[in-house]
């Protein structure tokens, strides 16, 4: 049994953008050497075996074959269970109302410390937020459609690639590692 891995593709099947279909990115990954390849909901998350490749190789293999199977640059972000569990348990808003209000941006890489602070300085109506060197961690009261702090100005106020799930996603994809 190889090392198991989380993949979260950023920006597929989204208004209409980069459309994949999941049963054709379960076989193109299979056909890299991918196993017990797993999709959730239409979004682009993975669940697989690596075997003993190195994460930073996976992750790169697996934007190859997604830019020459359908044309179009993904970025893929891989975490392990343990990743997650860490992330999702540190959550400073879980005492709080409406876990499913809950939000977490993936960090591809940790933003540098003064464009934290820069950003810490900003305040959202209705949106709480949280930076870690991983992650960005979101309360959206009115729902993250509806959010100014979304994934695109996260990035852009970092400088660093991100990709946003709900807590809903993140408990399921940890659960289907386990099954």
């Known amino acids: 049994m190889g090392n198991t891995y989380i993949g979260l593709l950023r920006g597929i099947n989204v208004s209409g953008q ?20 797993k999709t959730y909901i239409q979004s682009g998350n993975i669940v697989f075996e690596g075997g003993n490749i190195e994460q930073n190789d996976l992750q790169r293999y697996i934007f190859d074959a997604i830019y020459q199977n359908f044309g179009f640059e993904v970025p893929v972000f891989l975490l392990n269970k343990e990743e997650i569990e860490h992330v999702l348990n540190k959550s400073p808003f879980m005492d709080t109302d409406g876990e499913n209000r809950l939000y977490y941006v993936w960090l591809r890489t940790s933003p540098k410390h003064d464009l934290v ?7 959202f109506k209705h949106e709480d937020y949280f930076v870690t060197d991983k992650c960005v961690y979101l309360l959206c009261k009115n729902g993250y459609g509806r959010a100014k702090l979304n994934n695109n ?17 993140m408990l399921k994809l940890v659960e289907m590692i386990d099954s």
Do not use: D, P, S
């Open 153 to 169: 100005y996260i990035e852009n106020k970092l400088k660093v690639e991100a990709t946003t799930r709900n807590r809903k996603t």
């Open 18 to 37: 980069k459309k994949i279909k999941m049963a054709e990115l379960r076989r193109v990954l299979e056909e890299i050497g991918l196993q017990k390849v």
């Open 117 to 123: 602070e820069q950003f810490n300085q900003h305040q």
